[in-house]
């Protein structure tokens, strides 16, 4: 079982749509990133959001931090096919990071 | 370019044989992790280093070791390669920022490794 479940599994929508993906878990994490990964290349950092409640944007993404630091949210608006990837979760603990399950995104033209 | 670099990138091998994969880095960060990435279970976190000769098991480091004599240097050993450890690990490197929960990963290109 793993730490930070992430839903949809897979996610295929037309150009223009809304999305979102969710990151869950029982436990609390002191911050918590989202990385988007490409086919044969390794994961990079979309965001860090450290604070129960916080909510930060990035032009069409907005991430979401849960008030009780288990949980977090992205929200994709008018997704383009340049959005399409693996969206990751991570959460930290101590100096680990631990992933979450991963959400691929498929937007098509 | 974070500066890092794995190697080999692609490797296939018999069930039962050794195999290390190496992970250097040119920029001296203290943290470095070795990940497996499977389908269905994002990456999963197999040992990491917070210095040479320190060490710690991740959520999944059995039949898995590492080694850091040196800084730049962050070895993957297999010691008997199962059919279970066909995977892609990546390395990474922790940057950033004093605390050391909120540092971001950077991460190197990935090994691919088949135990057939």
């Known amino acids: 079982t793993q730490l930070l479940e992430q839903s949809p599994q897979f996610l295929s929508i037309q150009e223009g749509e809304n999305l979102t993906v969710y990151c869950n878990s029982s436990?609390?994490?002191?911050?918590l990133q989202w990385y988007r990964q490409e086919p044969g290349e390794g994961p990079v950092l979309l965001v860090t959001?450290?604070?129960?409640?916080e909510v930060k944007k990035l032009k069409r993404l907005t991430f979401q931090f849960g008030d009780a630091r288990k949980d977090s949210s992205l929200h994709i608006t008018a997704a383009q096919p340049g959005d399409t990837g693996l969206y990751l979760c991570?959460?930290?603990?101590?100096?680990?990071?631990?992933f979450g399950t991963g959400t691929r995104l498929q937007v098509f033209p | 370019d974070a500066g890092i670099t794995q190697s080999p990138r692609h490797k296939v091998t018999e069930t039962g044989t050794p195999v290390t994969l190496r992970c250097h880095q040119t920029?001296?960060?203290?943290?470095m992790y070795w990940y497996r990435q499977d389908p269905g279970h994002g990456l999963r976190l197999i040992h990491y280093?917070?210095?040479?000769?320190?060490?710690d098991k991740g959520e999944v480091s059995d039949g898995y070791s590492v080694s850091r004599s040196k800084t730049e240097d962050f070895l993957l050993t297999l010691e008997s390669a199962t059919s279970s450890q066909t995977s892609v690990y990546f390395c990474?490197?922790?940057?950033?920022?004093?605390?050391?929960?909120?540092?971001?990963?950077?991460f190197g290109e990935g090994s691919r490794l088949t135990v057939l």
């Open positions: 991570a959460g930290a603990r101590a100096d680990k990071l631990i």
């Open positions: 436990s609390v994490f002191s911050s």
């Open positions: 959001v450290v604070t129960g409640g």
């Open positions: 920029e001296n960060h203290r943290y």
């Open positions: 280093s917070y210095g040479v000769k320190d060490t």
């Open positions: 990474a490197i922790k940057r950033g920022l004093a605390q050391a929960n909120t540092g971001e990963l950077f």
